[in-house]
Structure formats: C-alpha cells, structure tokens
C-alpha cells in the first residue's frame, strides 16, 4: 500500500494535526519545517518519530512528499501554500487562509494553475453537536433556513504566565495584534457548514474592554467583535471572532421558519431541537433534548481527539480527498477559505469604520480581483521587520501600559 507522504510546517499545532495523520495507516510524517529547535524537539519526542527537520521552507519544500500542513503563524499562511502549488503538493491549511485581500487574490490565482488539493483544516464543523445540526439542516425539518448564530468564546486567565511563555513569546508576535474579527473560522465554519450560506455582505462592532494582565504586550483592547454577515441565500448571521466575555463556550444555532436547533452553553454536546407546534414533524416532540450520536465507524479514534472530535475527523476528510482526487466541500474548498478570511480582514475595517457595511467580493470574478490585488492592508508586524499599516484595535492608540511591558520582559529574562 502507497502511503501519503506529509510534510508538516510549524512545530507547535502541527504536533496536534500529526499525531491525528499517524492514525491513518497508509499516511506517513516524512518531515518537519520549525526555526525553533526546542519546539522541534519536542515535537520528535512526542511523536516518537525521527525525520529530517529544516529551519528553511524552500529547503524542507524540497522532500518528497504529498501534502503539506501549514501550521505556522495564524496570518502567514498563504505564501507557502503557493509554494506548495508550485510543486502541485496538497495543502492542508490552518485557520485563514490569507492574511491580506492581495493574497487572497494571489492564492486563488496560484491554485487555479495547479492540480494540488487545498483543505481548510478547521474542526469546529466535525464537533458532536455541529454534525447534529447539519444533519437536521439537511432533513428539511426546520423549514426555510433564515439565521444562524456562531460564537467562539475562549477566554483567558490574565495570570496565566505558561500560555504567554508557550504561545505569546515575543512581543511582536501575531496574538498580540489579531483584532477581534480575524479569528473567526471557529464561530463562522459550522454556520456556514450547516446552512450551505456564504457571507456576500459583512459589518461588526466591536466591545473595547482591556483584559487585566499584569505582563503583557497584547497591543488590541477589545474584549470581542460581534460580527453580521448577509448571505447568498438571503439569511443572515451572527457571530464573533474570538472573544475573552462571559464563560468559555462554543455555541452555535440555526432558526428555519418552522423550529430551530442549538447546542447548550455548559451542558456538554447537548442540544435541543424545537418546533413551532404546528410544525411538529412526526415523531418528534415540540421540544427535543438530547445528546446525539456519533453512529461512525471510528468513534473511539475521534472521542480521544482533540477539540471534540473534529482534529481527527477533518484529518480524515483531508486524506479522502487526496485518496479520492477531489476538492473538499464547502466550507473547506479554498474558494469558502479566502471568502471568510475577507469576512476577517473586511469585518476589521468595518469596526474601525464604526460599522459601516462592506462587501465580500467574489474573487471568482476578475474584476473583484482586479479592485483587491494590491490591497496589502495588515494589522500585523512582517517577519521581514515591515510594521503594521492599520490599527488591530478599535481604540486605535491603545497599547499596553509601560508597567506591563516590564513585567512581560521579566518573565522572559534567563
């Protein structure tokens, strides 16, 4: 049996995806692209694995392999998958896609020449209760499908040090000035997903509300962006990026014009299904609670998964596709990838417009292209040293104070 040969860039996420891809039996990890060598090594060791490791992409772009993971930096992916096109190499690519509207334009411009497969590698979707709802979208029962809600909410303790250590450890680093919108594959996915919708329209607000760190150089001060999309099929939609309010939740819900579904905050994988109750379908009651089941044929696999399933299940997805010669579906296709990515980049501009209502173009068509291909707007510092060219915040001269730019330097010091 020929295994898929998988390179994977970016050591620290990247263990997460790999350790999933080695439960497949004809996918193999061939190799590892990571600058850090504390972070690599801790990547061989946890793996058990020993591959070749390079600092360089174009070295590690290179090896024989497949498909490529990008499990580097949150904005940086689109360059390197273009590389990767290049090579006619499978992309696996996490969170957005592009970090810029150019980018976006560039990446599909790059994909429509090669013959690579490109995957969103967003999980959310592939949770327990968002395959539920899904599936209940699919049977018609909740009638007309008019508007979903999706809400990311992961807060963090201000004291919690081993995160800044692990995850923020310089102070340019892009955590420190993704605005509220950007990250918003997690809360916009499994909407999207459910419904088969695409946002054409996109407006935000966003709720400034410092979080209380004695050491940070966290340079956005809003607490969370509320974000409305309208579709292509007339719905609409209600999400946030990642937010830091209330409790950590993941919570999603879609209302026909005859019932609605939705997963509970705090109660697990729980959801509760309701009818209008004139519209009750046969069998079912006016309100239904229920944990749904999983009813796959890799059940344990996925319930020892990460993110509730979905690390292991989007994984597989991936590698079907390869095996299969086929692009994946919406919202995984590279097309669904770039439109939520503007959904991220164009929200942003809406906040700091004061809510104004922006367009999600269709890169499809040239002309859209032709009016964003050289829009390289960015909140975030280059790894070439080029800093940012608009605000990540919506109070646009906040910044941290100059005590707790000290307290973050002490921890790093030794």
Same mark, same amino acid.
């Given at each position: 049996?020929?295994?898929?040969?998988?390179?994977?860039?970016?050591?620290?996420?990247?263990?997460?995806?790999?350790?999933?891809?080695?439960?497949?039996?004809?996918?193999?990890?061939?190799?590892?692209?990571? =600058?850090?060598?504390?972070?690599?090594?801790?990547?061989?060791?946890?793996?058990?694995?020993?591959?070749?490791?390079?600092?360089?992409?174009?070295?590690?772009?290179?090896?024989?392999?497949?498909?490529?993971?990008?499990?580097?930096?949150?904005?940086?992916?689109?360059?390197?998958?273009?590389?990767?096109?290049?090579?006619?190499?499978?992309?696996?690519?996490?969170?957005?896609?592009?970090?810029?509207?150019?980018?976006?334009?560039?990446?599909? =411009?790059?994909?429509?020449?090669?013959?690579?497969?490109?995957?969103?590698?967003?999980?959310?979707?592939?949770?327990?209760?968002? =395959?539920?709802?899904?599936?209940?979208?699919?049977?018609?029962?909740?009638?007309?499908?008019?508007?979903?809600?999706?809400?990311?909410?992961?807060?963090?303790?201000?004291?919690?040090?081993?995160?800044?250590?692990?995850?923020?450890?310089?102070?340019?680093?892009?955590?420190?000035?993704?605005?509220?919108?950007?990250?918003?594959?997690?809360?916009?996915?499994?909407?999207?997903?459910?419904?088969?919708?695409?946002?054409?329209?996109?407006?935000?607000?966003?709720?400034?509300?410092?979080?209380?760190?004695?050491?940070?150089? =966290?340079?956005? %001060?809003?607490?969370?962006?509320?974000?409305?999309?309208?579709?292509?099929?007339?719905?609409?939609?209600?999400?946030? %990026?990642?937010?830091?309010? %209330?409790?950590?939740?993941?919570?999603?819900?879609?209302?026909?014009?005859?019932?609605?579904?939705?997963?509970?905050? %705090?109660?697990?994988?729980?959801?509760?299904?309701?009818?209008?109750?004139?519209?009750?379908?046969?069998?079912?009651?006016?309100?239904?609670?229920?944990?749904?089941?999983?009813?796959?044929?890799?059940?344990?696999?996925?319930?020892?998964?990460?993110?509730?399933?979905?690390?292991?299940?989007?994984?597989?997805?991936?590698?079907?596709?390869?095996?299969?010669?086929?692009?994946?579906?919406?919202?995984?296709?590279?097309?669904?990838?770039?439109?939520?990515?503007?959904?991220?980049?164009?929200?942003?501009?809406?906040?700091?417009?004061?809510?104004?209502?922006?367009?999600?173009?269709?890169?499809?068509?040239?002309?859209?292209?032709?009016?964003?291909?050289?829009?390289?707007?960015?909140?975030?510092?280059?790894?070439?040293?080029?800093?940012?060219?608009?605000?990540?915040?919506?109070?646009?001269?906040?910044?941290?104070?100059?005590?707790?730019?000290?307290?973050?330097?002490?921890?790093?010091?030794?």
């Amino acid at each position: 049996m020929k295994k898929i040969k998988i390179g994977i860039f970016g050591a620290g996420r990247g263990a997460d995806i790999a350790e999933n891809l080695m439960l497949f039996d004809d996918c193999e990890i061939v190799s590892l692209c990571e =600058r850090d060598e504390k972070r690599a090594e801790k990547f061989l060791s946890r793996l058990n694995i020993d591959i070749p490791v390079f600092k360089d992409f174009d070295e590690f772009i290179e090896q024989d392999m497949d498909a490529v993971v990008l499990a580097n930096f949150f904005h940086e992916h689109a360059p390197y998958a273009i590389k990767c096109f290049e090579r006619n190499i499978h992309v696996y690519s996490e969170c957005i896609s592009n970090g810029t509207m150019a980018e976006g334009v560039e990446l599909l =411009r790059a994909f429509e020449k090669t013959d690579s497969i490109y995957m969103l590698a967003e999980n959310y979707p592939q949770m327990k209760f968002n =395959r539920e709802m899904k599936k209940v979208c699919d049977g018609g029962t909740l009638g007309k499908l008019i508007y979903a809600e999706g809400e990311y909410n992961h807060g963090l303790s201000p004291d919690d040090y081993d995160f800044l250590k692990g995850y923020i450890y310089f102070p340019r680093h892009w955590r420190n000035y993704v605005p509220r919108t950007y990250y918003v594959t997690h809360s916009l996915a499994p909407i999207m997903w459910a419904t088969g919708a695409t946002p054409v329209k996109v407006s935000a607000q966003a709720v400034f509300n410092p979080m209380t760190e004695v050491a940070t150089t =966290r340079c956005v %001060g809003d607490r969370a962006a509320i974000i409305t999309t309208v579709n292509d099929d007339g719905t609409v939609f209600k999400f946030t %990026g990642c937010a830091g309010f %209330g409790a950590h939740s993941n919570s999603y819900r879609v209302c026909g014009d005859l019932g609605q579904i939705e997963n509970l905050r %705090g109660m697990g994988e729980q959801v509760m299904l309701r009818y209008n109750n004139w519209s009750i379908p046969e069998g079912m009651e006016e309100n239904n609670l229920y944990e749904p089941e999983w009813n796959d044929k890799d059940e344990e696999k996925i319930e020892n998964s990460g993110h509730g399933g979905g690390d292991f299940i989007a994984c597989r997805m991936f590698l079907e596709c390869i095996k299969e010669n086929r692009q994946p579906e919406h919202p995984y296709d590279i097309y669904s990838a770039v439109t939520m990515s503007s959904v991220a980049i164009l929200g942003h501009r809406s906040v700091l417009s004061g809510g104004m209502p922006i367009d999600i173009p269709d890169f499809r068509k040239e002309e859209c292209r032709k009016e964003y291909e050289n829009d390289r707007e960015t909140p975030f510092w280059g790894t070439d040293g080029s800093a940012p060219t608009i605000p990540c915040c919506s109070k646009t001269d906040y910044k941290p104070t100059d005590e707790q730019i000290e307290n973050y330097n002490k921890l790093f010091e030794g």
